[in-house]
Nanobody, 127 residues
Framework: QVQLVESGGGSVQAGGSLRLSCTASVYTFSSGCMAWFRHAPGKEREGVAR???????RYADSVKGRFSISKDNAKNTLYLQMDNLKPEDSAMYYCAAEPAGGRCYLWPLEAGTFHYWGQGTQVTVSS
């Protein structure tokens, strides 16, 4: 059973940076997709960034040029570097994994295509 544990959320002022981490057990990032989603109150869950293995990295238009997804295979950890944060980036951020691939390669991301989810980490950006 794949388990995902996020960390790194917090409160920052606009223009600041945070780096989210997602450590996986069992899953070794060797296939399928890893992604970050976010969910703000009153809004739909949004796919923020996806890393397909093998394949491409994709970002939502709202975060392009500011967010960067990466992974450290040795640590079984996925990262989301978030720079120049804006108040509208405030949300609960979730790490998701789909080792089998399939529809997770589609864009925009569909949350239903990911089987495994972390518990979420809160990001709050003040103006």
């Amino acid at each position: 059973q794949v388990q995902l544990v996020e960390s790194g959320g917090g409160s920052v002022q606009a223009g600041g940076s945070l780096r989210l981490s997602c450590t996986a057990s069992v899953y070794t990032f060797s296939s399928g997709c890893m992604a970050w989603f976010r969910h703000a109150p009153g809004k739909e869950r949004e796919g923020v960034a996806r890393m397909a293995i093998p394949g491409t990295i994709r970002y939502a238009d709202s975060v392009k040029g500011r967010f960067s997804i990466s992974k450290d295979n040795a640590k079984n950890t996925l990262y989301l570097q978030m720079d120049n944060l804006k108040p509208e980036d405030s949300a609960m951020y979730y790490c998701a994994a789909e080792p089998a691939g399939g529809r997770c390669y589609l864009w925009p991301l569909e949350a239903g295509t990911f089987h495994y989810w972390g518990q979420g980490t809160q990001v709050t950006v003040s103006s």
